[in-house]
């Protein structure tokens, strides 16, 4: 008797038509069929053999380098639960619409169907998925970003519980375009491109989107966080989980070499995108990453930035619209050194300043976990590791202090909806403009956000040991338009006031929006920064956010009634704070 999962592919089948069908297994025999496959097509090369061994580079269609948000559908029968924030789609509508685009979209390809795990093999937080695809690159990009063939179907076996995915490049036209989302089945459907979001369905598709609802409906939490853990110079490790928007530096912090390794502060990473967390037995709430592989921004990664990453991606590493030099090896802007002559850019041409970047701002490369050197030791512990601290974060060259502390976790739930970034090459649309980003799960949460703030405040009433949430900003800038800090390896003395605030150390300083260092409380040694430089990074100004209040209040009112009573108490409370420290200051 054919298994749910063979009758799903069976369907998958039926509907998209391929020439044949063929069950991934995960070996290495496969995996280089597979890339033999990749590379009959002229959008991939295989680089040099010497310096980068099992290294690929892919070109993806041009039209077809960033997710597509506005291309991107949650579709539920009632448009209130997508809420104001997602793109809906009637369930019936969009499969008719999309299952016109798949019919026979497979046709004279193979249809690769693809089980995998999405967490640490044997852990009770990880999930099973199943992707189906006509795309080798997409098959290759799976095995490095998840647990992918016979340790899948084992797990999955007879039963149902696997989350669908079905994938066809199409004909790459983004008219043809859509990344579709059946929360009520925890199905995915996704046609019409083949980049990494949009393709990759285990990652923001499924850990995100889907997990999100099965999150709420069971009690759990899936985020837009990275995983690290700090560790002291008595040997201890706090694991705090860091929500950034796309591009703004999560892989760069999780993987950080941290300026004050001397001290015996050193940074560990367990996840760089998303964590999958449960209520633990010892009341800490307990954090999976659910990857087994970093996608991350290749431009701007250079030894200076992220040292880490630089040394894991030599080996079994796929680039994406990076650009290549003659030596057949990758490169992109912020590498380190000037541009090489004979650069062939993201575009398959031979480069010159006057094409632009060589690289693609958006390129990325797929590298395993395990090939870093900061990986943690518990970074596939099935339990998970206890989560003392969240940060929020985003880019603002004004209003966010460098740092700051919650005052609860209400409030601290609060600070989280109204994260604001400026926008980066992750997506398609204009980069630079302030959007607001809650929990920088804008893009990614599944259902009404409203509901989504409702769930968070509830699991804060749950969780007996709930992490104590701050919200950081690396990149505030001068008058000027300088960054006041240096970001990178020296953000982690921003993560040891966290830590010392987790311990209940750390002299902090009461404002309106929550605590910040007190003068003298962020360990600066070795760093030449100006007193000036300091305060200003610091500096809580009423004005800016009184601004900040009216953008965030604008932004609240598209949910109407749905939003939690307890934002709106919260806002009310902020306005109220502002208004008593203008008084003082006046
Ligand atoms: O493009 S992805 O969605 O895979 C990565 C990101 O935007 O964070
Ligand atoms: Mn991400």
């Known amino acids: 008797m054919a298994t749910p999962l063979e009758m799903w592919v069976e369907e998958a089948a039926r509907l998209t038509k391929p020439d044949q069908v063929m069950y991934c297994d995960g070996s290495e025999a496969e995996n280089q069929r597979i890339i033999a496959e990749m590379l009959r097509d002229a959008d991939s090369n295989a680089l040099n053999e010497k310096t980068y061994p099992n290294c690929y580079l892919h070109r993806s269609s041009p039209n077809d380098v960033a997710r597509t948000e506005h291309l991107t559908f949650i579709c539920a029968p009632d448009k209130d639960d997508v809420g104001p924030t997602n793109n809906w789609m009637d369930p019936d509508a969009a499969k008719y619409k999309i299952g016109a685009l798949l019919d026979g979209a497979m046709r004279g390809r193979t249809m690769y169907v693809v089980p995998y795990i999405m967490g640490p093999v044997n852990s009770p937080i990880s999930r099973a998925?199943?992707?189906?695809?006509?795309?080798?690159?997409?098959?290759?990009?799976?095995?490095?970003?998840?647990?992918?063939?016979?340790?899948?179907?084992?797990?999955?076996?007879?039963?149902?519980?696997?989350?669908?995915?079905?994938?066809?490049?199409?004909?790459?036209?983004?008219?043809?375009?859509?990344?579709?989302?059946?929360?009520?089945?925890?199905?995915?459907?996704?046609?019409?491109?083949?980049?990494?979001?949009?393709?990759?369905?285990?990652?923001?598709?499924?850990?995100?989107?889907?997990?999100?609802?099965?999150?709420?409906?069971?009690?759990?939490?899936?985020?837009?966080?990275?995983?690290?853990?700090?560790?002291?110079?008595?040997?201890?490790?706090?694991?705090?989980?860091?929500?950034?928007?796309s591009a703004c530096g999560k892989t760069n912090l999780a993987m950080m070499v941290s300026a004050l390794q001397k001290q015996g502060y050193r940074v560990w990473t367990v996840g760089d995108d998303i964590a999958w967390m449960k209520i633990g037995d010892d009341g800490f709430l307990h954090a999976i990453n659910p990857e087994a592989g970093f996608f991350g921004v290749a431009p701007g990664t250079g030894m200076a930035t992220n040292q880490n990453v630089m040394e894991a991606l030599h080996k079994n590493t796929i680039f994406t619209n990076a650009a290549m030099t003659t030596e057949r090896e990758p490169w992109w802007e912020g590498i380190g050194g000037a541009p090489p002559a004979g650069l062939i850019n993201w575009k398959n041409e031979l480069w010159d300043s006057s094409k632009g970047p060589a690289a693609h701002p958006n390129a990325r490369y797929t590298v395993p976990a395990h090939?870093?050197?900061?990986?943690?030791?518990?970074?596939?512990?099935?339990?998970?590791?206890?989560?003392?601290?969240?940060?929020?974060?985003?880019?603002?060259?004004?209003?966010?202090?460098?740092?700051?502390?919650?005052?609860?976790?209400?409030?601290?739930?609060?600070?989280?909806?109204?994260?604001?970034?400026?926008?980066?090459?992750?997506?398609?649309?204009?980069?630079?403009?302030?959007?607001?980003?809650?929990?920088?799960?804008?893009?990614?949460?599944?259902?009404?956000?409203?509901?989504?703030?409702?769930?968070?405040?509830?699991?804060?009433?749950?969780?007996?040991?709930?992490?104590?949430?701050?919200?950081?900003?690396?990149?505030?800038?001068?008058?000027?338009?300088?960054?006041?800090?240096?970001?990178?390896g020296d953000n982690v003395r921003v993560l040891k006031w966290i830590l010392e605030r987790v311990e209940g150390r750390g002299g902090a300083q009461e404002t309106p929006i929550g605590y910040v260092p007190a003068r003298n409380a962020l360990t600066l040694d070795g760093l030449t920064m100006r007193a000036h430089a300091v305060d200003e990074l610091l500096r809580v100004d009423p004005e800016d956010w009184e601004q900040e209040l009216v953008d965030s209040k604008e932004f609240f009112q598209k949910f109407g009634e749905r939003l939690p009573r307890e934002i709106r108490d919260e806002h009310e409370k902020l306005s109220g704070r502002l208004q008593s420290t203008a008084r003082v200051t006046r």
Request: with cysteine.
């Open 129 to 245: 998925g199943v992707e189906v695809t006509d795309s080798p690159y997409v098959v290759a990009n799976m095995r490095i970003m998840a647990r992918m063939g016979k340790v899948a179907l084992e797990r999955i076996g007879n039963s149902r519980d696997f989350v669908p995915g079905l994938h066809s490049l199409g004909d790459l036209d983004p008219t043809r375009r859509y990344i579709a989302h059946f929360p009520e089945e925890k199905l995915i459907w996704s046609v019409g491109s083949g980049y990494g979001g949009n393709a990759l369905l285990g990652k923001k598709c499924f850990a995100l989107r889907i997990a999100s609802v099965m999150a709420r409906e069971q009690g759990w939490m899936a985020e837009h966080m990275l995983i690290l853990g700090l560790e002291e110079p008595d040997g201890k490790v706090t694991y705090m989980g860091a929500a950034f928007p």
């Open 371 to 488: 090939q870093s050197p900061s990986i943690s030791p518990k970074w596939e512990a099935p339990e998970g590791v206890p989560i003392s601290a969240f940060i929020f974060g985003g880019r603002r060259a004004r209003v966010a202090p460098l740092v700051y502390e919650a005052f609860d976790w209400q409030h601290g739930v609060f600070v989280g909806a109204t994260m604001a970034s400026e926008t980066t090459a992750a997506a398609t649309g204009n980069v630079g403009i302030v959007r607001r980003d809650p929990m920088a799960m804008l893009p990614f949460c599944g259902y009404n956000m409203a509901d989504y703030f409702q769930h968070w405040l509830e699991m804060g009433k749950r969780i007996p040991h709930p992490p104590k949430i701050f919200h950081v900003n690396w990149f505030r800038k001068d008058a000027d338009g300088k960054f006041l800090w240096p970001g990178f």
